[in-house]
């Protein structure tokens, strides 16, 4: 009796315990070693579970074996029917998939079956990760602010490569080819389309491939352009679409980290060297003074996102592109530099002959003052460049400040070589006043734009710009002692006689006319000469005329009566009024040459 109870308990704790092994079984897709261990371990929880006899272990086998079978069946039958189809349900392909995979992972001839249904479905996931991966394509561009809402933490801004459901599902598909152990097949088809997808976007930004002898022999004005476009693609390129294309890498390969690395390296690799051959080609090109500021823009444009771009690999590709970016930086600071020195050396050597017409600005003063003014406004990369550089611009480089910085004592250089070049150049002038008049409409120019640029002031300094606006006030009384001494002697009164004498008189129209004749020469001659401020024309005619038209009024009064008394009519002597003369003032440093009439 007891034992027929216990045969009867036994019978159906067994068949209890057979259906959860089966349905273990065929849930976790384990082997039939496994399940055997796993019924031994839950028999030796009661006294009452025996070991199942080898016949009742069999039939349980073979009952799941067959749903096994059967499951497997109608996923081999959907892989098989819609391998070439494009209108199935992709979710229900891959769940066939994952079906086929799990039976691979078993023994027997089942497994090999599932191997064999898993290799016929691989050509069907390369293709739908092909089209995913080239689907909803985000497209970026230098003047756009689409992606300009949905920003890094550093601020720039974010560009995914796909959309988040072509994401989404280029992951799922990636994911079931790496567990079936077709990474490589993943990865080459990744690698082609990102790569293309990538070319492409870049060509988008206006930056296309151009070979280094093009570069070489381009002319300047689309060389400027190309340089220009470039220094802002390289940020979008790094900041934006590598950026968006790792997260991209990191999410499809996210099962093989190793490899994902691998695949972003190829799909950038490309795209990075290209950018960095133009930036090779133009330090390498002929150094000229109209490249300078586009230089310093790539320069600062590299600088700016070296330690992103390494950022975004690992290993061995790191190290390739840290080498490849480093060596470009050098050799385009390299370029900068001598490129600084030549222009210093061009000031120097200037060696024009001819003298500027008028007294007027002389084009070297606003070319180089322009170009410092550019300069002035890279003053951190300026600062990284020259750093190692020495100047000796003159004694007077304060030592701490932004004067003291290399790009401090680079604008002072390059200034106190113009400034002699200009002294020099005021040596071609046979008429000490021209000459003083062409030394201060250079230097009050180059203070006057000193002042314009923020940075460039702030570079020299409030102390040069003091000791320069004192020395045009130099210029300004070495102009009056050249050009005006002479004529306001005519007006002074050298002897006082207690009466008016024949010769006094003599003497006074003497005087008169050698004034009018000395007045109408500097008409001739200064109404020619050209200052081109009109605060500084305006502030040099007031000073003539206030040492003139006081000389004059007193001459005047004092000669009048006496020119009278003698016969002759002063009117021929005395030509001109005050008003007239305040008039004549007003042609004077016009750059157009006129007579009195």
Known sequence: MYSARASSSADSGHGS??????????????SKNAADDMMRVLSSYD????????????????????????????????????????????????????????????????????????????????????????????????????????????????????????????????????????????????????????????????????????????????????????????????????????????????????????????????????????????????????????????????TDVEAELEALFTGDAREFFSGEFSGVVAQLGNTVRHTIEEFASAIHGESSRRPVHGGEIHPMTRYVLNYCGLLAECRSTLDMVLADNSFTADDEV?????????????????????????????????????????????????????????VLRELLGDDWIRRHRGQIRQYETGYLRASWMSVLACLRDDSSPASPSAAHRSALKDKARSFNAAFEELYRSQTAWKVTDPQLREELRIAVSERLIPAYRSFVSRSRSLLESGRGHSARHIKYSLENLEDFMLDFFEGSQKFVR
């Open 47 to 302: 006294a009452r579970i025996v070991p199942l006899s080898a016949p009742v272990r069999v039939e349980a086998e073979a009952e799941a074996d067959a749903e096994e079978e059967e499951a497997f069946a109608a996923a081999e039958d959907l892989i098989r029917r819609c391998n070439s189809s494009s209108t199935s349900e992709m979710v229900e392909y891959l769940y066939a998939v994952d079906d086929a995979i799990a039976a691979a992972a078993l023994q027997g001839d089942l497994a090999s079956r599932a191997a064999a249904a898993v290799q016929a479905a691989m050509p069907r996931l390369e293709e739908e990760v092909r089209v995913l991966l080239c689907s909803s394509v985000r497209r970026l561009s230098l003047s756009s602010e689409d992606d300009r809402d949905d920003a890094t933490p550093d601020g720039s801004p974010r560009h995914d490569a796909l959309s988040p459901h072509a994401t989404a599902s280029v992951s799922g598909v990636a994911d079931r080819m790496l567990r079936a152990g077709y990474g490589p097949e993943l990865a080459q088809v990744y690698v082609a389309v990102r790569r293309d997808a990538l070319v492409e976007s870049v060509a988008h930004l206006s930056v296309e491939v151009v070979a280094i002898e093009e570069v070489l022999r381009m002319e300047w004005g689309i060389l400027d352009q190309k340089m220009r476009r470039w220094s802002h693609a390289i940020r979008a390129v790094v900041k934006t679409l590598l950026a968006g294309e790792r997260r991209l890498c990191d999410e499809v390969f996210a099962a093989d980290e190793e490899l994902g690395h691998e695949c972003f390296a190829d799909v950038a690799r490309g795209c990075v060297l290209q950018l960095l051959a133009f930036a090779d080609a133009v330090a390498m090109s002929a150094r000229t003074t109209e490249k300078l500021y586009r230089m310093l823009g790539m320069y600062e444009a590299l």
């Open 398 to 454: 304060p030592t701490d400040g932004a004067s003291s910085t290399p790009s401090g004592r680079c604008m002072r250089d390059l200034l106190t070589r113009l400034l002699h070049k200009i002294d020099e150049k005021s040596c071609l002038y046979d008429d000490a006043g021209l000459k003083n008049i062409f030394l201060m409409n250079n230097l009050y120019y180059i203070v006057q734009k000193v002042m314009e640029y923020p």
């Open 17 to 30: 315990i057979m259906e959860a092994a089966k349905h273990m079984g065929k849930s976790l897709a384990v």
